[in-house]
């Protein structure tokens, strides 16, 4: 029996081995005796910080809910003023990161802010101890910050949940007599139940990773564990074993979300549903729901952005400098590289899976893909694990011959870089996959019918059709790799900085107007995801509503 391997299984088999090795020593490494700082924290402050990630992740879960739910109903099945408009303006929040709303609110309502240097002045208060104001800088204000910028991830998922239920079951147990917030409750929730498990999932594993915001707050949780444990303590062991306990949780989530994606799998698709079919809703409760969509972005989005633009005017001249420019570039650079190798990477490893009719040749693919839910400072640890290895086989190997280079891999932009692809490459293999189902395998036998070769097939029919979905992979991870934080600041290399690092350093002295001009450059571009999500998302709509007629 002849055995053979061909050029596309050893790409995609190297990148789903390299890209999962990280996760395979840290697990190793979380399993090494550390009696010294693992034991002494786990019997002093490790329970809290596992309380408190519990009581952040239920807290966002929980308000994320009330937020997002009754706008996806809103939104699919009702008639208000603004409607078509709140649609995808809903989704803006998404382009935020999260501690830049931190950090915005808290200027705002801190002691020193303006809201309470009004109040005082307003009616004769002197200190703290003439009235009482709530204190942003606490769990609960970590709670309602993080809610504010990923709601939006339940919205969408419900939104189209909804939108795939046929409105003739609304209008069935309309006819039974049950009103629209019946019906909501009774037919709408029950049917999207595993639409909306997936995307709390979600939410609960990015709460989890949320590093800048907890630090900022002073709340301390897991993920400021790992980065404290190295940092304060130089245990690279016990934040391994730290990761670990959060991987517990990860994979529990993970879970939770494939259970309910199986779930969803059972129910009963009903067609395309129209305006005609949707409640027309009286001009007070119009007026209500219109102005619970305008304030959910009012301070989700607007009231941030603004603050943000005034801080850009008053402090142009500081804070429109070199370093802006220096760190913009070098941000720009990073993040279009890891498109790059993520979209490449997607590439082949999936055009590997469409020639194989084996289903062990999917396994690359689940192995690669599996970074995207490690929390960021998780993820520079386990990537920090194989490349310190490798510099020290390096520079004992050269150690004979030649000075030692040094840190080679650990301490340059190769790790930053490995980690980013390691955390993102599940986007574009996602994204690459669906564009890839949507092309007829037809068009594979009538290429191969010519004489052509694989690659010829690749290069000549697919990629051209894949063109659209590649582009969309990219900008994904490009805007991604702009917001991202936690691994960029454990593993950058000496003298450099993202946007997000300068911003996180500005913030963290208080000086958050100094960083106004690079903190709105993020924001605005994550926008650009949002338009061509959103313009795929109307076409999509436009040809299944012509295809119907």
């Known amino acids: 029996m002849r055995f053979s391997i061909s050029r596309w299984q050893v790409i995609a088999w190297s990148a789903g081995i390299i890209l999962t090795l990280p996760l395979i020593f840290l697990i190793f490494e979380s399993l090494i005796p550390d009696p010294d700082v693992f034991d002494h924290l786990w019997n002093t402050v490790l329970w809290d910080y596992t309380y408190n990630t519990f009581v952040l992740i239920f807290g966002v879960l929980a308000l994320s809910a009330l937020i997002a739910l009754p706008l996806g109903w809103l939104v699919a099945y009702c008639d208000f003023p603004g409607k078509k408009q709140f649609e995808w303006a809903l989704m803006l929040p998404l382009a935020m990161p999260t501690y830049i709303i931190a950090y915005v609110y808290t200027d705002l309502l801190d002691y020193a802010g303006p809201i309470q240097i009004w109040l ?323 068009l594979d036998m009538a290429s191969r019918s010519m004489g052509k070769t694989p690659g010829q097939t690749l290069s000549k029919i697919h990629f051209p059709l894949l063109r659209r979905g590649m582009l969309t992979a990219a900008l994904l991870i490009f805007i991604e790799c702009m917001k991202e934080l936690p691994a960029a600041l454990l593993l950058r290399p000496f003298d450099f900085d993202t946007l997000a690092t300068h911003v996180f350093q500005y913030v963290s002295d208080e000086q958050l107007e100094l960083a106004s001009i690079s903190a709105l450059f993020i924001v605005l571009v994550g926008l650009l995801p949002l338009y061509f999500i959103t313009s795929s998302m109307e076409s999509a709509k436009l040809e299944e509503e012509t295809a119907n007629e």
């Open 120 to 442: 005082r002045n307003t009616f004769g208060w002197q200190n703290p101890d003439d009235y009482w104001f709530f204190d942003i800088r606490t769990l609960p204000g970590a709670i309602v910050m993080i809610a504010l910028v990923l709601y939006p991830y339940l919205f969408l998922i419900f939104k189209t949940a909804l939108r795939e239920q046929s409105f003739k079951l609304v209008q069935a147990s309309q006819l039974m007599g049950y009103s629209a917030i019946q019906s909501f409750f009774k037919v709408s929730l029950p049917l999207a139940r595993g639409s909306i498990v997936a995307a709390l999932a979600l939410i609960a594993m990015e709460t989890m990773a949320d590093f800048a915001t907890v630090n900022y707050f002073a709340v301390s949780t897991l993920t400021t564990a790992v980065y404290d444990t190295w940092f304060g303590y130089y245990s690279l062991t016990a934040a391994a074993k730290i990761s670990g306990i959060m991987l517990l949780f990860v994979f529990m989530f993970l879970s939770i979300e494939r259970f309910s994606r199986r779930n969803k799998a059972v129910h009963e698709r009903g067609g395309v549903n129209n305006d005609a079919m949707l409640y027309k809703l009286s001009k007070r409760n119009g007026f209500l729901a219109t102005s619970f969509c305008c304030l959910v972005l009012l301070f989700a989005f607007f009231i941030p952005v603004s603050i943000l633009v005034s801080y850009a005017i008053s402090y142009f001249d500081q804070a429109f400098n070199s370093e802006f420019f220096l760190y913009a570039w070098q941000s720009l650079k990073l993040a279009s590289i890891v498109s790059f190798i993520c979209v490449a990477l997607s590439l082949f490893v999936v055009f590997n899976q469409r020639l194989s009719t084996k289903s062990i040749d999917l396994i690359p693919g689940r192995m690669a893909s599996m970074g995207y839910a490690l929390p960021g400072t998780v993820l520079a640890i386990a990537v920090l694990l194989p490349l310190s290895l490798l510099d020290n086989a390096v520079n004992q190997f050269v150690r004979p011959f030649m000075e030692e280079p040094g840190l080679i891999f650990s301490g340059t932009l190769v790790a930053i870089t490995l980690a980013y692809v390691v955390r993102f490459y599940a986007i574009s293999q996602g994204t690459i996959e669906a564009s890839f189902s949507r092309i007829s395998p037809s």
